[in-house]
């Protein structure tokens, strides 16, 4: 029997990361879960909501929990910051009566929704790990990753509850899954840090070389590509590389990818793109 999910895209999937929008389907299709969108879910805020707005990033994420519940499924996301930022909410609307129902009024008055606080958060990886099991995973493989692969995690979802049965300062879950798929998995101390997504904006140059720290940690462990659980870590590691290079000094020159595209490339779908990756893994080199 398939798996049943809610599924949140998180914040840039199914806008400039069309490529985790693209992969998640068939990966997780081919691993037995079934993924149902959470059609009209908002942002999760990011944490950036709640800099301006506490209580309006908890009662939009309350929303998405209230759609969660009436499908009476748990919520199951590829982006870490996502997850994190959600678990979070949950977790204070949970341990706080009096906000909840102040909470769920404006739900009810504005789209006729309640939230009672059944449903659960979790990120891909975790369902992987824990729900699917790395044998299957493993048995899925039709194209062995054959990479050195560092992972990176990010801080959003590395705490306690939200992260699974992860450790939460030595995680090791994406690394397990990177050598089932065939990969050579690069542990870095760099995993867990920010790569500044909140303050890109703001402080630019500290931003990028946060995410410059990652990279040049990666290349100098030897990795031959990097692997993000969080689509907007993903988006600042690849497409900002080159200017935390020129900024921070350092050799920052990386294939990166998310997840569900290393999930979905090794699985034999895509294989065009599996194609275009191993050329510019080739041609960026160490």
Do not use: W
Request: proline fraction near 4%; aromatic fraction near 6%.
């Amino acid at each position: 029997m398939p798996m049943n999910y809610a599924y949140h895209p998180g914040n840039v999937a199914h806008s400039s990361a069309q490529e985790v929008d693209d992969t998640v389907f068939p990966a997780a299709k081919t691993l037995g879960i079934n993924l149902i969108p959470l059609e009209g879910a908002t942002s999760c805020g990011a944490g950036i909501i709640r800099q301006a707005n506490r209580r309006l990033q908890l009662t939009l994420n309350a929303r998405t929990f209230a759609m969660a519940e009436e499908l009476g499924l748990e919520i199951v996301t590829p982006c870490a910051t996502t997850a994190g930022t959600l678990f979070e909410d949950l977790t204070t609307l949970r341990s706080n009566p009096n906000l909840l129902a102040e909470v769920n009024n404006v739900l009810m008055e504005t789209c006729g929704k309640t939230f009672t606080g059944e449903t659960e958060v979790r990120h891909l990886l975790h369902v992987i790990v824990e729900e699917v099991g790395l044998d299957k995973l493993s048995a899925s493989v039709k194209n062995p990753i054959g990479f050195s692969v560092a992972g990176h995690y990010g801080p959003n979802i590395q705490r306690k509850g939200a992260c699974g049965n992860d450790d939460v300062f030595q995680p090791n879950y994406l690394e397990r899954v990177i050598n089932a798929l065939g990969g050579n998995p690069v542990s870095l101390s760099y995993r867990t840090q920010s790569v500044g997504v909140p303050s890109l904006l703001s402080e630019e140059s500290t931003a990028l070389k946060q995410a410059a720290a990652v990279l040049s940690e990666a290349k100098n462990e030897g990795a031959e590509m990097l692997v993000s659980i969080c689509t907007l870590s993903h988006a600042v590691l690849d497409v900002y590389q080159v200017k935390a290079g020129k900024i921070s000094g350092e050799n920052t020159s990386l294939p990166v990818i998310h997840f569900t595209e290393m999930l979905a490339f090794s699985m034999g779908h895509f294989n065009t793109r599996l194609a275009q990756l191993k050329t510019r893994v080739s041609v960026i080199g160490n």
